[in-house]
């Protein structure tokens, strides 16, 4: 895993275009954030992030095995990332939101990065002494 040190956060894959009538992606995530998956999916299968607009571990990104946390129709798919390297099979993970959240970052974009320290208890990263973080930017518009 690359040295959790290395600024800037930079996105490495970005995520299809899941919400209607949006014309750009909403979510990326960095290298090192990539690299982590494909070691969680290694150990855990097939992956999902939610973020909720919770306090404390509610307020980062966790990651969960696919299916684990259950969404419904409070939660918006903000996009699919595939994490899988070059010329393998896909390892898509569907990223989804609370409306409730997606309704007050409606013009934000989001970059998942991976740092030092402990996360949510139920996040999968949990174990290995790092968090997700999310790095945001705003942005003018998501539609054409």
């Not at 968090?131 to 930017?137: G, K």
């Amino acid at each position: 895993m690359t040295d959790l040190k290395d600024p800037p956060a930079v996105a490495a894959v970005e995520a299809s275009i899941t919400v209607p009538g949006e014309t750009r992606s909403r979510v990326a995530l960095t290298q090192t954030t990539v690299e982590l998956l494909r070691s969680l999916w290694e150990e855990h299968g097939p992956l999902m992030f939610h973020q909720s607009g919770g306090c404390c571990d509610g307020s980062s990104p966790m990651c969960f095995p696919a299916g684990e946390f259950i969404t419904s129709d409070q939660d918006v798919l903000l996009g699919r990332l595939d994490v899988a390297p070059a010329g393998e099979p896909e390892q898509l993970i569907d990223f989804w939101i609370s409306a409730e959240q997606f309704e007050y970052w409606s013009h934000t974009a989001l970059l998942i990065d991976v740092v030092k320290g402990r996360g949510g208890g139920f996040s999968a990263e949990a174990p290995r002494g790092v968090r997700f973080l999310i790095r945001s930017e705003l942005m003018d518009s998501f539609t054409v």
